[in-house]
Nanobody, 118 residues
Framework: QVQLVESGGGLVQPGGSLRLSCAAS????????MGWYRQAPGKQRELVAT???????NYADSVKGRFTISRDNAKNTVALQMNSLKPEDTAVYYC????????????WGQGTQVTVSS
C-alpha cells in the first residue's frame, strides 16, 4: 500500500503562483511515475503533468510554460510549481503514483483545492 498526501492548495489571484507538494510513503518501488491530475466542477479529471523516476516530464498543453513538475526520489516527493495562474486552473488537484511493471500499482492522493479568483 502507498499513501500520498498533498499540500499547498489554496486561493490565489489571477497571475499569482502556488506550489503543490505530495509525499509518498509505504511500499514504494522504483522506478515509478508520479504526477498531477486535476478535476474542475462538471469536468472530467485531466492530466496536468507527470515525471518519471529518471526525470522525464510531460505536460498538458494548457499548462506548458507556466507549470513545472519536479521530484525528489530520495524523499519520495513530487512538487508542482504553478505560475501565471488563470481562473481556468481552478480545480481539485490530485497527486498520483503509477508503476507499470511488477509489482504494479496506481495510487491517488485525496486531492487539494486550487482556486484562482480575484
Amino acid at each position: 500500500q502507498v499513501q500520498l498526501v498533498e499540500s499547498g492548495g489554496g486561493l490565489v489571484q489571477p497571475g499569482g503562483s502556488l506550489r503543490l507538494s505530495c509525499a509518498a510513503s509505504g511500499r514504494i518501488f522504483s522506478p515509478h511515475t508520479m504526477g498531477w491530475y486535476r478535476q474542475a466542477p462538471g469536468k472530467q479529471r485531466e492530466l496536468v503533468a507527470t515525471i518519471t523516476s529518471a526525470g522525464s516530464t510531460n505536460y498538458a498543453d494548457s499548462v506548458k510554460g507556466r507549470f513545472t513538475i519536479s521530484r525528489d526520489n530520495a524523499k519520495n516527493t513530487v512538487a508542482l510549481q504553478m505560475n501565471s495562474l488563470k481562473p481556468e486552473d481552478t480545480a481539485v488537484y490530485y497527486c498520483y503514483a503509477d508503476r507499470t511493471v511488477w509489482p504494479k500499482y496506481n495510487y491517488w492522493g485525496q486531492g487539494t483545492q486550487v482556486t484562482v479568483s480575484s
